[in-house]
């Protein structure tokens, strides 16, 4: 795990809460815009990640892919990821930075030249949703050479041999998914989801976080009482495209994450 990483889990542990790992999609809605965004979701939160946009986004729901969308016709490129993961790295120097995306931006780009420009910008882990750990000789020395965690998933159908994998090969923390479908859905049974998790923690020590469908400050606290972060994705992003201008998508996206972050904090105490 990378040292940073490692800090903000520890930080995030001895405060006895999990951490909150917000999500949104560089370049959305602008690269310009998206700067400013992205400084006041990271204000909030422990880990930011940062989407890289794609065209054909397999494991996005429509809030997610239609970010993509408004990002790419506004001319995002892969070097304004690294721009602006670099702004939210100079702005937070202890917050953890995920880059998560397909195989196809860094395999054009070539994997020893994007994780170069991604340590230089900052970033501390990358989640390849399309490279499971199987297929990992493509990248995985090129990442580690550059010290980036290869953030790896599991899901409710991983059995325990991909779990064992996963735990081997991954590095950073675990991406537990909590439902057999795409980002936006609704979250799976929370039960099921706590057994799931203390499983894998039972195999690893590796943190394990949690995410696809958490949408409400409930469903954040529930899941922040067993897990080790709790990962927010589209509800975040639909509040860029649900408000009317820009100066009120911060303000919804400041005040949700507020929102989300007092109630994981309140769950905590509570308990």
């Known amino acids: 795990m990378s040292a940073r990483l490692a800090r903000v889990f520890k930080r995030c542990k001895e405060a006895h809460r999990a951490a909150l790992v ?8 602008n690269p310009e815009q998206s700067q400013e965004l992205l400084l006041s979701l990271a204000a909030e939160c422990d880990i930011i990640e940062i989407g890289m946009p794609f065209s054909d986004p397999m494991a996005d729901g429509p809030v997610i892919e239609a970010a993509s969308e408004r990002a ?5 490129h892969i070097q304004d990821v690294f721009h602006l993961s ?5 702005a937070n120097p202890e917050i953890g930075i995920i880059l ?3 195989a196809n931006v860094p395999y054009v780009m070539g994997f020893e030249r994007f994780a170069e420009r991604a340590e230089k910008a900052g970033v501390d882990g990358v989640l390849i949703v399309d490279i499971p ?4 000789a493509i990248c995985d020395e090129a990442l580690k050479a550059h010290n ?4 790896l998933l599991l899901s409710p159908t991983s059995p325990d041999e991909r ?16 439902l057999t479908g795409i980002t936006g859905a609704e979250m799976g049974d929370i039960i ?3 057994n799931k998790v203390a499983h894998i923690q039972s195999i690893s020590e590796m943190p394990v976080c949690v995410g696809f469908g958490i949408k409400t400050a409930a469903q954040a606290a529930a899941v922040g009482r067993f897990a080790d972060g709790v990962v927010v994705g589209s509800h975040f992003v639909n509040q860029i495209a649900s408000q009317q201008n820009h100066h009120q998508s911060v303000a919804a996206l400041s005040a949700t994450a507020m929102a989300l972050r007092a109630a994981m904090h309140r769950e905590i105490n509570a308990g």
């Open 72 to 76: 790419l016709a506004a001319g995002t």
């Open 163 to 178: 779990i064992h994998l996963a735990c081997a090969k991954g590095s950073g923390f675990i991406y537990y998914v909590s």
């Open 133 to 136: 750990p199987e297929e990992g």
């Open 22 to 29: 917000g999500y949104l999609t560089a370049g959305d809605p």
């Open 192 to 194: 099921e989801i706590q």
């Open 86 to 90: 670099q702004a939210v790295r100079l």
């Open 148 to 151: 980036l965690d290869r953030i």
């Open 100 to 102: 998560m995306g397909y």
